[in-house]
């Protein structure tokens, strides 16, 4: 039966899976180095991954429309050069970048995708 005393339970319920979804959707975040500060180049090439490839490629880098980026893109370009080249150029349904991004920025989401996605 119905009871008003079940609803702060449900509420709380629901704030903590609300919690858990917003953090999900944010990419990881620059683990801070030896300095106690996170390298900005990575911080930079985050913004960018958010803004730019977590809807198609997922926030952590799982993948989506477009291929799982976390744990392979090392091992699938041995030269970050060439992951920056797909970037720029873009390939079949990826969208090129090269007018978009900044050279610095490229780089910076490249170290991101390789150093913090993993
Ligand atoms: C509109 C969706 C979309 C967006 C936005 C997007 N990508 Fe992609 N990406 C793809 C697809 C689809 C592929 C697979 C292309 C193919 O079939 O060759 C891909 C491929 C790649 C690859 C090569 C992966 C491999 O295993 O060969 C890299 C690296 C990559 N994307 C990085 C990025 C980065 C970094 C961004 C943001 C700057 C980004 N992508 C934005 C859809 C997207």
Redesign the pocket.
Known sequence: MWSPTLRPPVVAVMSVALFIGACASAPPEVPVGPDGEPDPVLVSGRE??AA??????GSAGDG??????AG??AD??PDPGD?AL??RE??????G?DSR?SDD??DA??R??REVLG
């Not at 730019?52 to 490629?57: D, E, L, T």
């Open positions: 960018v991954y730019r490839c977590s809807s198609c490629h989506g429309s477009g291929p799982r980026l392979v893109v699938v370009f992951q797909v970037i873009g390939r079949d349904n990826m969208p970048f991004l920025q490229i989401v490249v991101y995708t």
